[in-house]
Nanobody, 124 residues
């Protein structure tokens, strides 16, 4: 069973940066693809970014491409989401999750073991 804990959220002004962390309690973290999602009030949970088991491949939603960077350190069982040039529309609760499907999906129902989330608020 994989347990995930997100941290690093907070309040930041537009144009600022935050780095989110996702710590995994699992024997072999490298067995899993890792994804970040977010959910704003009144909206559905949406895909943000994902990274392959070894970190060689990354995928981003168009809305964050060029501003966010996903990475992972399998030795520390931790993944990260570096968020730069933040915009008010990035305000949401950010979640990490894992997947072992053969093909990457951006649909939340194909991801598992969701963390509790961390709030990111970007003021204008």
């Amino acid at each position: 069973q994989v347990q995930l804990v997100e941290s690093g959220g907070g309040l930041v002004q537009a144009g600022g940066s935050l780095r989110l962390s996702c710590a995994a309690s699992v024997r072999t973290f490298s067995n899993y693809r890792l994804g970040w999602f977010r959910q704003a009030p009144g909206k559905e949970r949406e895909f943000v970014a994902a990274i392959s088991w070894n970190g060689d491949s990354t995928y981003y939603a168009d809305s964050v491409k060029g501003r966010f960077t996903i990475s992972r350190d399998n030795g520390k069982n931790t993944a990260y989401l570096q968020m730069n040039s933040l915009k008010p529309e990035d305000t949401a609760v950010y979640y990490c999750a894992v997947s072992q499907t053969s093909i990457l999906s951006t649909v939340p129902k194909y991801w598992n073991n969701w963390g509790q989330g961390t709030q990111v608020t970007v003021s204008s």
